[in-house]
């Protein structure tokens, strides 16, 4: 006796449905991009794709928004078999990659620089900050190379300070590897950081 066993049929999505909200999935993906967690696919984590398989696997591979176009992009053909969102007329790959501040811009800048730092790479991870419930702060290391991630998780503009002496850092010299929306040029004091809402600042310390 065979029993016949059928994939789950596609369950709907909320990312799909509603489109990106573009500053909170910046955020997420800062804090992905720059930790030392798994990088997964479609940048989600591992427990993220465990619960879309739970939910059927097609909640892992939503329709790739190519451009504005009425399927987006992504079929000459007929209607897909997943519905293309509303969103799809504005966030695209066409329109975000014009964009020096959206979601395709940032991730492919982190990316970019998870190769180049090493401490972001390879590098432990200690949390700073602690008490402050608006900004989310923390300390790579690998060797002498420190690297200061610091994001503001919440809708206010944020004023911080670390001292990094108190963990380890000798350093006083600090370089801006990412900040969005971009910092003004000039140095940068550790004292006083404000950091714009849902801004994010990726400083190295030697």
């Not at 432990?124 to 402050?132: A, L, M, T, Y």
Request: aromatic letters at 6%; glycine letters at 8%; charged letters at 20%.
């Amino acid at each position: 006796m065979t029993k016949s066993i059928s994939s789950p049929s596609p369950q709907p999505s909320p990312i799909r449905e509603r489109g990106p909200d573009p500053e909170s999935d910046k955020a997420s993906g800062r804090v992905l991009i720059t930790g030392c967690g798994a990088v997964c696919a479609a940048g989600k984590t591992v427990d993220e794709i465990w619960r879309a398989v739970a939910d059927g696997r097609s909640a892992l591979a939503p329709i790739m928004q190519w451009d504005s176009s009425a399927k987006a992009g992504f079929t000459t053909g007929g209607k897909p078999w997943l519905p293309i969102p509303p969103s799809a007329a504005k966030y695209n790959v066409e329109a975000e990659s014009k964009d020096p501040d959206s979601i395709f811009n940032a991730y492919k800048r982190l990316l970019a620089l998870r190769k180049t730092e090493q401490a972001l790479r390879d590098g432990s991870q200690e949390s700073i900050n602690d008490n402050d419930p608006n900004v989310f702060a923390f300390l790579r290391k690998n060797g002498d190379a420190a690297v200061l991630v610091a994001l503001n998780m919440s809708r206010a503009p944020r004023t911080v300070a670390f001292h990094l002496a108190e963990k380890g850092v000798r350093g006083t010299s600090v370089t801006t590897l990412y900040s969005s929306p971009n910092q003004p040029e000039g140095s940068l004091s550790l004292d006083h950081v404000v950091l714009p809402p849902f801004g994010a600042l990726v400083v190295s310390v030697k």
